[in-house]
């Protein structure tokens, strides 16, 4: 069983940065996959990043490629995503996610966060 917390989030200009955390509870967080997943009002909820229990693999959609970095540290059982360069479509509600098998669909994941919001202003 896994727990996980977002926080970070808030109000930023277009072309601003923002550093969303995941904190975890439960030791078997250091065994799953993270995720980081968005759902914008009347959207569905779509792919970020993901990460592999070590942080040696990661995945990124398109969308966010070269401007989000995702990073984790087990020591502490928390998850980051690094956002950069952000524009008024990455407006949504971040979530992040578990799940013990390598994945970016995310009907797949086990484990989710309650999201914290993101707005970025033009």
């Known amino acids: 069983q896994v727990q996980l917390v977002e926080s970070g989030g808030g109000l930023v200009q277009s072309g601003g940065s923002l550093n969303l955390s995941c904190s975890a509870s439960g030791q078997a967080f250091i065994s799953y996959t993270m995720g980081w997943f968005r759902q914008a009002p009347g959207k569905e909820r779509e792919f970020v990043a993901a990460t592999t229990f070590s942080g040696t693999r990661t995945s990124y959609a398109d969308s966010v490629k070269g401007r989000f970095t995702i990073s984790r540290d087990n020591d502490n059982f928390s998850g980051y995503l690094q956002m950069t360069w952000l524009i008024p479509e990455d407006t949504a509600v971040y979530y992040c996610?578990?799940?013990?098998?390598?994945?970016?669909?995310?009907?797949?994941?086990?484990?989710w966060g309650r999201g914290t919001q993101v707005t970025v202003s033009a």
């Open positions: 996610a578990a799940d013990i098998t390598y994945v970016i669909d995310a009907r797949l994941y086990a484990y």
